[in-house]
């Protein structure tokens, strides 16, 4: 039988993953014009990994991912991102179509993540049922 | 799954902009005024936005319950930059030489930061909307 147990858990987790890094980038969006203010991001593969564990694995291919630690906690503080450009003279770091670029990633792997999670739900049902 | 909190701080973002844009039509409707309640000719305002996540108020709002690195609008202050001086003798306000005080409003200046509290505006929005469709599409799970 498919361990479905486990793509449930890892499902879930990225969709708390991702409901996260929405709110950094809602954050990132309310503050476009605040001076000073310097943008955040979730490194999505880092925090899943530290909230399951292990049994995922995934390449850091860019210089910017955080490297895999031992310490499993998985808050926004601990694992944001804070970018070090700045693209106008109030020290703001806010890139406005970059934003906007991963709020669309974002909403479309959060969906993703929910379809899948619904068809094993009909996998499941199916097996329940007996295939009728 | 928290969507209310990412849509309180989007929400805050609108109510910003808002602010913003009412400041804004403040300017542009008092580009001409040379007599306000103060004396002498209407001032341009401006909006001073602090994201919420500064160490004083990360303190308040984490004691009073609200979102962190929400933004808002601390204060609107006025802009002291000189008046324009307008050669018009047959005015009211004129002074002895003829040149009347006017705001120191530039309507382009104002209709390009109206432009951007616009679109930041409506980037809020598409935020909004990303978080409602993310939570529409959790509910149908098991459907």
Redesign the interface.
């Known amino acids: 039988m498919i361990n479905l147990d486990k793509t449930f858990n890892l499902l879930e987790s990225a969709m708390d993953v991702r409901a996260s890094r929405h709110k950094a980038i809602a954050e990132n969006i309310a503050n476009m014009d605040t001076p000073g203010y310097k943008s955040k991001d979730i490194d999505f593969a880092q925090v899943l990994r530290a909230k399951v564990g292990e049994g995922v694995s995934m390449a850091a291919t860019n210089t910017k991912h955080i490297q895999a630690g031992a310490d499993g906690s998985a808050s926004l503080e601990a694992h944001g991102l804070q970018s070090d450009r700045e693209h106008g003279l109030d020290g703001n770091t806010v890139n406005a179509e970059g934003e906007m670029v991963k709020l669309a990633e974002n909403t479309l792997m959060y969906n993703a993540s929910a379809q899948i999670l619904s068809s094993n739900f009909r996998t499941l049902r199916s097996a329940i049922q007996g295939g009728r | 799954?928290?969507?209310f909190?990412?849509?309180d701080?989007?929400a805050?973002?609108l109510e910003?902009?808002r602010i913003?844009m009412n400041v804004i039509a403040g300017n542009l409707a008092n580009a001409g005024a040379t007599r306000t309640e103060k004396g002498g000719p209407y001032r341009r305002k401006d909006v001073v936005?602090?994201?919420s996540?500064t160490e004083f108020s990360k303190a308040l709002e984490t004691a009073s319950g609200k979102q962190q690195?929400?933004?808002k609008v601390v204060d609107i202050v006025e802009d002291n930059t000189p008046f324009r001086k307008v050669y018009d003798p047959g005015h009211p306000d004129a002074d002895k030489e003829g040149y009347v005080s006017m705001p120191n409003v530039s309507v382009p200046n104002e209709m390009v930061n109206l432009i951007?509290?616009t679109?930041?505006y409506q980037?809020?929005i598409?935020?909004v909307n990303?978080?409602k469709?993310?939570a529409a599409?959790?509910l149908?799970?098991?459907?």
């Open positions: 799954m928290d969507f909190g990412s849509m701080i989007s805050s973002g910003a902009q913003r936005f602090e994201s996540s690195g929400s933004v951007s509290a679109r930041s980037a809020n598409t935020a990303a978080a469709s993310m599409k959790a149908e799970i098991g459907r």
